[in-house]
């Protein structure tokens, strides 16, 4: 299966200080911004997503269709067939991505630890 980007995003108490945190690891702002309450940072090929009173927890992104440099891919499952896999082998989506669309779309899902994890599909 081909998942595309991989990330993770992060709820963060305080952007600011996240945001000087990891760039003192040598990330960069990617995307976003503080007047957004979110920051993707970049180091090489590592994105965070810092994420300000969004969400509750941390999440495991996986964006099909995307590279680490948020570019097209020739080459991807779409979430909708993600999705149907998944459900195929026991796995009970949270939120779903409606069947009858196509592009854009999203599903949530945890793994057998509860961890969260985000299919986020932006093409």
């Known amino acids: 299966m081909i998942l595309g980007a991989f990330s993770t995003s992060l ?3 305080n952007l600011k ?4 945190f990891y760039e003192t690891l040598g990330f960069n702002v ?3 911004s503080m007047e957004q309450n979110y ?3 970049k180091n090489q090929n590592a994105l965070i997503g810092l994420f300000q009173g969004m969400f509750e927890g941390n999440i495991l992104t996986f964006n099909p269709g995307w590279d680490e440099n948020a ?3 020739d080459e991807y499952d779409d979430v909708r067939v993600i999705q149907e896999h ?3 082998h026991n796995v009970t989506p949270i939120t779903e991505v409606d069947t009858s669309t196509s592009g854009p779309g999203s599903m949530l899902f945890k793994d057998p630890d509860g961890n969260m994890i985000l299919i986020d599909q932006h093409i």
Do not use: C, D, H, W
Not at 17 to 20: F, N, P, V
């Open 71 to 73: 570019q097209p891919q």
């Open 39 to 41: 920051l993707i940072m």
């Open 86 to 88: 998944l459900k195929a």
């Open 30 to 32: 990617f995307a976003g």
């Open 11 to 13: 709820n963060v108490k």
């Open 17 to 20: 200080e996240s945001r000087t």
